[in-house]
């Protein structure tokens, strides 16, 4: 199978790729920096250049003949929330988005994708307390929920051509980036803790099962509309500071305090002051075995000899 990839050269990306290639798929990739792509992906990848997602489509040449498209690309989301970073992490995806599907709908019918499957994020459910949420519940209103809720609807808009499935995915858990990379050094040195108080859920998630998750939406026909990419076993930040102190031999019972994290990151606090409890229900109803079902293993997992 040829599978095109943008955001490839993220965290999720490259490991996408990677597992691709373990089963014997061919590799595209959409990139700004081509010649970056081809050094990062390794020589067996196809790069393709989409120097101005939020201005331009994709070259055709790079979605013909190509089976299955995981759209992974935008600004990342851990920023302090400027006016301008707003715009940047809103335009990123509605716009990059829009112009991937305009040129999946101007692909020739007979050489078109069958499948999208668009990132999304469990922002789409705003701050909530801690009732399970599965993919029926209703979306947020606040800024991160505005911008999820537009971008699955930009995604949705190719789902008269083909299918599309948006992946609602969570705090991924993974050295190399994302959430648990910026906590380490703080644990590391004994000064983690509880977040305002640490009675929030965490949507949490494996690498691996980002991947395995993924990887059956590209796969089976019955995965369509909105699938939630956490684990099974949601947490609450005290009980995720917790295991994360116990996996590295280090105390973790310094709290720290909501207005603290509010003066350091500004609006964007509210995504670590608050959480949802976000369970995947359509990912069960698929049949998808997690590899990393439970917190403590999973994070043993992932610092290895940490």
Known sequence: MRVLITGATGTI???LADALRARGDQVVALSRDPERGRSVLGAGAEVYAWARPTEEQPPLEALA???AVVHLLGEPVSQRWSDDAKQRIRDSRLLGTRSLVAALKAVPEGARPRVLVSQSATGYYGPRGDAPLDELASAGDDFLAEVVVAW???AQAAASIMRVACTRTGVVLSRSGGALAKMLPFFKLGIGGPVAGGRQ???????DDVIGALLRCVDDAGAEGPVNVTAPNPVTNAEL?????QALGR???LPVPGIAVKLLYGEMAEIVT???RVVPARLRQLGYEFRHPELEPALR???GDS
């Open 65 to 67: 003949g190509v089976e």
């Open 201 to 207: 859920y965490v949507p949490w998630i494996h690498l």
């Open 241 to 245: 500071s917790r295991a994360l102190g």
């Open 274 to 276: 608050s959480g949802q």
């Open 301 to 303: 997992d992932v610092l």
């Open 13 to 15: 990306g490259l490991s």
């Open 152 to 154: 699955e609807g930009e």
């Open 251 to 253: 105390p973790a019972v």
